[in-house]
């Protein structure tokens, strides 16, 4: 796709997944955090997305992730926002909410400021949830990406978040 102002990595990687998950007839939900629906505009860049793409949730704040998705107060006060527990929660809220077959959540620091010497800039954490998958089964990461500046980061965690949707993953 050559008219996109997405990164060129991101559109192909988008289209792979739109691509499988067709193939299999499966469908899936995105939660979104850090990267502000970065993973919903790729997929959306590509031409009958809407055969797997359902819904996606960017939820910024942790009020709205509370609300919205379900994430627990005492998940948020105990780990923080950016941690596999809340990941985990918006994984299961945005599958909770959606008819999806599965659900991505994606949470992070993209910086410039707002890390500390536990979670510094760069820290993402992501979870994958499947309908009628063993809840004790977590598909979980946190990951620290080179601080390369804010759309480094997005970027480099967006395109974590949508190998989460291929088939393999």
């Known amino acids: 796709m050559t008219d996109s102002i997405l990164h060129p990595d991101l559109v192909a990687l988008a289209q792979r997944?739109?691509?499988e998950n067709r193939r299999m007839g499966r469908t899936f939900a995105l939660?979104?955090?850090c990267t502000g629906g970065l993973v919903a505009a790729a997929i959306?860049?590509?031409?009958g997305s809407s055969d797997v793409f359902e819904a996606g949730f960017v939820t910024y704040s942790n009020e709205i992730k509370q609300e919205l998705l379900k994430v627990s107060q005492d998940v948020l006060e105990t780990f923080g926002s950016v941690s596999i527990a809340c990941a985990w929660a918006m994984a299961q809220g945005a599958l909770i909410k959606s008819h999806a077959h599965v659900?991505?959540?994606i949470t992070g620091i993209a910086g410039p400021g707002g890390g500390s010497e536990q979670k510094p800039v760069g820290t993402?954490?992501?979870a994958r949830a499947e309908r009628g998958a063993n809840p004790d089964k977590v598909v979980a990461d946190m990951k620290l990406f080179d601080n390369n500046g804010r759309s480094g980061v997005r970027l480099q965690a967006a395109l974590c978040a949508l190998e989460l949707l291929l088939p393999e993953a």
Do not use: C, L, M, Q
């Open 17 to 19: 997944v739109v691509d």
């Open 31 to 33: 939660a979104e955090s």
């Open 44 to 47: 959306t860049e590509i031409p």
């Open 103 to 105: 659900a991505v959540a």
């Open 124 to 126: 993402v954490v992501f």
